[in-house]
């Protein structure tokens, strides 16, 4: 396969082939239906297919994927009343975050910017910056600009450390972009599957 343009129609847009290709030929933008796709400047492209390596939705990618069969599930929530009023999900990712800082993490995640009406996905550096990725979106958020600051900072620093909430297409192209790249940084990748019991 010689660029994601072969995967017409199934992109999750998770950005993280534009950032992983040497000459930059894929523009991140919103496609008809207003969400965001990446596209292929075939005229740019010289055909190396490291777009289709980090791509969730190359079904090659996919047969390396460990299913669990015999886990345990866990549930958790703060305990703090506050963080539980002010935060969703239970305030799990709030405290995982807050940890995360108090541990010398760059924390990425998710903020809704009013003033361009969009998820973005972004990082934060410390404590006084958590409320902005506070909350849950339920949309879709624009991640290149964040995983280019991503591998940035990776490259000025290879001993901090990065704490990522994401989707799990999110997580698994960041996880491919950190081999494809060679990046030796400490991550921990996030994502969180919520399951409703009725009874």
Request: hydrophobic share 35%; net charge positive; aromatic share 10%.
């Amino acid at each position: 396969m010689n660029n994601i343009n072969e995967l017409k129609g199934k992109c999750s847009g998770c950005g993280a082939c534009k950032s992983v290709c040497p000459v930059n030929a894929i523009n991140y933008k919103l496609n008809s239906e207003g969400f965001y796709e990446a596209f292929v400047n075939d005229k740019k492209c010289i055909k190396c297919g490291k777009c289709t390596k980090v791509c969730f939705k190359n079904e090659n990618n996919l047969k390396n994927i460990k299913l669990i069969n015999n886990g345990e599930l866990y549930s958790a929530f703060s305990k703090e009343k506050e963080i539980l009023e002010k935060t969703t999900s239970g305030g799990i990712a709030y405290e995982i975050a807050n940890w995360g800082l108090e541990n010398d993490y760059y924390i990425m995640g998710v903020k809704y910017n009013y003033k361009k009406n969009i998820a973005e996905t972004i990082i934060i550096k410390n404590k006084s910056e958590l409320k902005e990725i506070t909350g849950s979106k339920y949309l879709q958020s624009k991640s290149d600009s964040a995983i280019a600051e991503l591998i940035n900072n990776c490259k000025e620093d290879s001993k901090q450390k990065f704490l990522i909430f994401g989707t799990p297409c999110q997580i698994f192209g960041i996880r491919e972009l950190i081999k494809e790249k060679h990046i030796k940084n400490e991550f921990i990748l996030t994502y969180f599957v919520m399951v409703y019991l009725l009874t």
